[in-house]
Every structure is written in structure tokens, then in C-alpha cells.
């Protein structure tokens, strides 16, 4: 018959050694759920402790010394593939880590929650890394008390949300009135006679009080704009562009979007006209403006808009 090509060594019932004062002091400590290292005489703390200083071969001293609980990454090595005798069942890094306050490092485990097998390692994972054990809810004093080590946290993704009710004034309730109309109404100011849209009540350059309503038409001149590559709920794809139009008869812009044609096409002198939702989707609101799309128009000269840039 053919042999067995597996081969074991095994101890049963396992192998029982004692652990000495120095060793079983830092076993102990893990069972509590604490980290600890010895001092050498000439100063330097060992995680995990040993009985003999490694460099000197002196005996250590009898000074036990707190570390931790958290550590940096000194190195470390990708494992991809998890065997089933590993301590983790998903891809990891073997990592020395030096325990805040200790002089030598400590091999262990670091799990950085990547779950697909074969993955790359992820790259946040640096020398450098801090990092903290995560423990054993049931702990017996052994080096697997710490399940293994994880990273800091150090940035976190917050649901933020903020609701708010916008009280228009005067002025503004006279122009989303005129929008729910489907007219865009600026005000004139007496001093520059320059028209204000949205109308504000003042003029923001004389500082003047506003009256005199003029209605104005919904095109206008793009003068500047940006290509946004965030989603937005009110753009129709990514990327889109926002501009600043300034309406004919205007004499201040007016923040929109531009659609109706791809954002790498739209330019500064480019005309455009207001799209207007259904009317029955109107309200008193500035979205009765779904944005402005380009005019079949020959663009305006830069130096006729560059002072509303």
C-alpha cells in the first residue's frame, strides 16, 4: 500500500512548560487584558519581555513597565491568501509593532477588514500605521488573548444633515413671486442704473434702496463656470457644470447650472436660455429653473464680459 506523504508531530494533551517569573508576568498581564514590557539595565524596555537582555545577554531587571495600548508599525508582510491555521480567515499582514513606550517590537496579526481573498493589501496600510489590539472577550494568558491588532481611527464618515427654512424678505419674495409667474424681475438702481437679479432691495455697490421693478428676459451670457464632478440631485449626470450668467439687461450674475451640452464644450462668452420645468411643477422657488442651455448664438467678445467675471 502506499504511505501516507503527511507526516505529524504532535504532543498529546499538548506540551507543558513552565514560563518563568519574567514571561509569565507579561502572559499574566495579557490575560487581563494589559500589555507590559521588562527593562534591561541600561534602560530600554522589551515587548515582549525576555529573561536576558538580547543585546548584552545580561539579566533583565525586575521592573515591569506598562506599554501601549496603542503601537506603530515598524514593518510588515502581506499574507493573501489565509491558510486555516492562521488567526484570521480573510487577508491580513503579519506586523512588528512597538508598543507606545517600549524599545523592541511585537509580531502579530493586523486586520484591516479586507474580506475578498487574493485581495492586494489596501493602501493606507504603511509603516507608520498606529494601531491597537483588539482583545479576546475570553482570555486564558497567551499571546492569542489579543485576537489581533487594528488600526487607529482615524477619519469617520458622519451623516450630516441640516434642516432650515429660508424666510425671504421684501425683495425676495417679490422676485420667486415673478419666477412662480415665469418672469425673472431684477430691480434698477437710481444712482448706477445697473440692474439687481435677484433683486435684493439695495444696491450692493451705492448701497442704496431699490425699487423699480424690470422684467427680464431668460437668456443670457455665461461669463464664468466650473466643471463639478460630485453628484448633485439637481444636475443631470456627472460631470456638470455650474456658471454665472449674466442675463441680458442684468448688471449682476446670476448662479445656475448649464446643461444641453457636454461640460468640456461650455466657455466663458457661450449664450444660453433658462429651461423651465412643466408649468404645473412651478412654485415660488428659483428650481422652476431646471438650468440654462446653450443658444444657437454667436458667443459674446471677452472683453464685453470681463468686467463680471
Not at 487577508?91 to 523592541?104: I, K, N
Amino acid at each position: 500500500m502506499p504511505s501516507d506523504p503527511n507526516h505529524i508531530l504532535e504532543f498529546p494533551g499538548g506540551y507543558t512548560r513552565s514560563v518563568g517569573p519574567v514571561i509569565g508576568r507579561f502572559l499574566s498581564e495579557l490575560r487581563d487584558g494589559r500589555l507590559v514590557g521588562v527593562r534591561t539595565r541600561d534602560g530600554r524596555v522589551l515587548v515582549p519581555p525576555t529573561e536576558y537582555d538580547p543585546d548584552t545577554g545580561e539579566d533583565v531587571t525586575d521592573e515591569f513597565v506598562p506599554v501601549g495600548p496603542v503601537g506603530t508599525v515598524t514593518t510588515w508582510s502581506w499574507v493573501a491568501r489565509p491558510r486555516k491555521d492562521h488567526p484570521l480567515d480573510r487577508p491580513f499582514a503579519w506586523a512588528l509593532v512597538r508598543m507606545d513606550g517600549a524599545d523592541t517590537a511585537l509580531l502579530h496579526a493586523l486586520d484591516l477588514g479586507v474580506f475578498d481573498e487574493g485581495a492586494a493589501p489596501p493602501k493606507f496600510l504603511k509603516t507608520g500605521m498606529r494601531v491597537r489590539p483588539r482583545w479576546r472577550v475570553e482570555r486564558s494568558g497567551a499571546i492569542g488573548d489579543i485576537e489581533c491588532f487594528q488600526p487607529e481611527v482615524t477619519m469617520i464618515t458622519a451623516p450630516t444633515r441640516l434642516e432650515y427654512r429660508l424666510r425671504s424678505g421684501r425683495a425676495l419674495d417679490r422676485f420667486l413671486e415673478g419666477v412662480s409667474q415665469g418672469k425673472i424681475i431684477g430691480h434698477r438702481c437710481d444712482v448706477c442704473g445697473q440692474v439687481i437679479v435677484p433683486m435684493k432691495g439695495l444696491c450692493p455697490k451705492d448701497g442704496v434702496p431699490t425699487a423699480q421693478e424690470v422684467e427680464l428676459p431668460d437668456t443670457g451670457t455665461v461669463t464664468t463656470f466650473a466643471v463639478n464632478n460630485l453628484p448633485d440631485p439637481r444636475a443631470p449626470e456627472v460631470p456638470f457644470v455650474s456658471a454665472y450668467i449674466l442675463l441680458d439687461g442684468a448688471g449682476l450674475t446670476m448662479l445656475s447650472l448649464v446643461a444641453g451640452i457636454p461640460a468640456d464644450q461650455v466657455r466663458m462668452g457661450m449664450r444660453v436660455k433658462a429651461k423651465w420645468r412643466p408649468r404645473e411643477e412651478w412654485g415660488k422657488t428659483m428650481a422652476n429653473i431646471r438650468w440654462f442651455e446653450p443658444l444657437d448664438e454667436p458667443d459674446v467678445p471677452f472683453d464685453a464680459i470681463k468686467d463680471y467675471l
